[in-house]
């Protein structure tokens, strides 16, 4: 039962989170009849929030703790995929998000889930770094305004977009050092 622990429970809880931000997401009005913001926009909000947060936890925990396994090195990246994609479609079914930076954000992770998985069947592993963390933070803050409407929101898509580059370019430089 060692792949039973704290940070495979915590992943597990954000994938049961995921669709239900995004449920929550695409029941969202833009305005109510006054002008405000839903409430379901703050709800969402929370539940991405408390998704968001859970990440750093599950990791944080699992190295301080010593408790990596397999299951979490599968259920940890799924966890982020689900909620990461699942906002972002979300978000641009709803016309708050820029089709065009959701699509090169869902392009360039598949791409490199495949590209890891590939090299997994090399036993070749090519772990996560700083700039995979940065991109994966501005995705983060940039759902959480689009979900709220604020002003920047789209300026933050288009610099996650950037830095979703990157990280995936240093992802295939890092292979081909390796090599």
Known sequence: MKNLNLPNAIASVRILLAPLFLFLLLQTKSTDDAGAISWLNYF??????????????DGYIARAWDQRTKLGEILDPLADKMLILGAFLGLAMIDRANVWAVYIILVREFFITGFRVVLASENISIKANFAGKLKTTFQMIAVG???MQWVFGELLLWIAVALTLYSGATYIISYAKHK
């Open 145 to 147: 305004f689009l979900t």
């Open 44 to 57: 969402a909000a929370l539940v991405f929030s408390i998704a968001s947060i859970s990440d750093f936890f």
